[in-house]
């Protein structure tokens, strides 16, 4: 446990170190800041204030407006989260690819230490970073939320959240380090990170919400687990502010809203339930954990 504990430590170390990766893990959260800041996220308050305006009857605009705007900030706050779990992972993970690379992998397998506890602690220390900033990223967007007059999540939310949070970093560590396996340069790394962190607004339907995407397109989404993570986030994030905003109104206009904006996820002909949906994701994970355990005994036959 020592050895493991130092390795996952080191691992994290480096990661710290090396400021311009720390950025880089984080670019992706900062476009989505960007683009909400500056075009989507008054596109989508209107958006909401014009459906109440629409279907809810007689309302307070103002109220609505106040309303719209502190659900769009949670579902933004929810995408980051998923891209957060996405691309911090990725980034630490490199730091195997970077052992390779450069040869310290060999030394490493050279101690009197597993090749599976080195390999673990590589995925321990994505988690662990992964779930330091995605709880430093929510920290300080409630802060902001406050700030502007909106409402606390609940204890309860929170706790949610935080399990999520441990779900989504947990499977892309694995799956980040199953495709680390097959990279021995840390720019052809790069070049994937950067790749990544460009499609994974869109694969988690943030830059563009899930209604405005093509059926074709949206259908093979429903099959990548950064989309199921996103949904789940926001049904935690979104959950006080959706019942908020959609008081008053018809039951249909928050179920239509909440598969438009992928909320919810639809299957077929009903909408995913959260068990499926964290049952998938867990499935994604176990799955490229056994890919692991394959790819690394050939690899280790193949070394002998």
């Known amino acids: 446990m ?7 430590r080191r691992n994290c170390l480096v990661f710290l170190r090396d400021r311009g990766a720390v950025f880089f893990s984080l670019l992706s959260m900062l476009i989505v800041l960007m683009l909400m800041g500056i075009f989507l996220g008054n596109m989508n308050e209107e958006n909401v204030v014009n459906l109440l305006k629409e279907y809810g009857g007689v309302r307070d605009v103002p109220k609505d407006e ?3 705007r502190e659900l769009v900030q949670y579902w933004t706050l929810a995408g980051i989260l998923v891209v957060n779990a996405v691309t911090v992972t990725l980034t630490v993970v490199g730091s195997r690819v970077a052992d390779v690379s450069e040869g310290r992998l060999s030394s490493l397998y050279s101690a009197p230490v ?13 988690v662990v970073i992964g779930i330091l900033m995605c709880i430093l990223t929510l920290g300080i967007a409630l802060c902001y939320i406050a700030a502007a ?7 309860g939310a ?6 999520l949070i441990i779900l989504n970093v947990c499977v892309f560590a694995v799956i980040m380090y199953f495709f680390a396996l097959f990279v021995k340069s840390s720019s052809a790394w790069s070049g994937i990170a950067t790749v990544v962190g460009t499609l994974v607004g869109f694969v988690g339907a943030i830059y563009l919400p899930m209604g405005s995407l093509p059926t074709g397109v949206a259908s093979v989404l429903k099959y990548i687990p950064v989309l199921h993570g996103a949904s789940l986030m926001r049904r935690a ?3 006080q502010a959706l019942k908020t905003t959609f008081a008053g109104t018809p039951k249909e206009l928050l179920t239509e809203y909440s598969e438009y904006m992928g909320i919810q996820v639809k299957m077929g002909e009903k909408a995913a339930d959260s068990f499926f949906q964290a049952l998938f994701l867990t499935a994604c994970g176990i799955i490229a954990f056994i890919l692991i355990v394959l790819v690394q005994k050939r690899k280790d036959i193949s070394d002998r």
């Open 114 to 126: 597993s090749r599976g506890l080195i390999a673990l602690s590589y995925v321990a220390s994505a």
């Open 158 to 163: 929170l706790g949610r959240i935080f399990l």
């Open 66 to 68: 106040a309303h719209a």
């Open 237 to 239: 994030c979104c959950g």
């Open 2 to 8: 020592k050895k493991f504990m130092n390795l996952t």
């Open 149 to 155: 007059g909106g409402t606390l999540l609940s204890p």
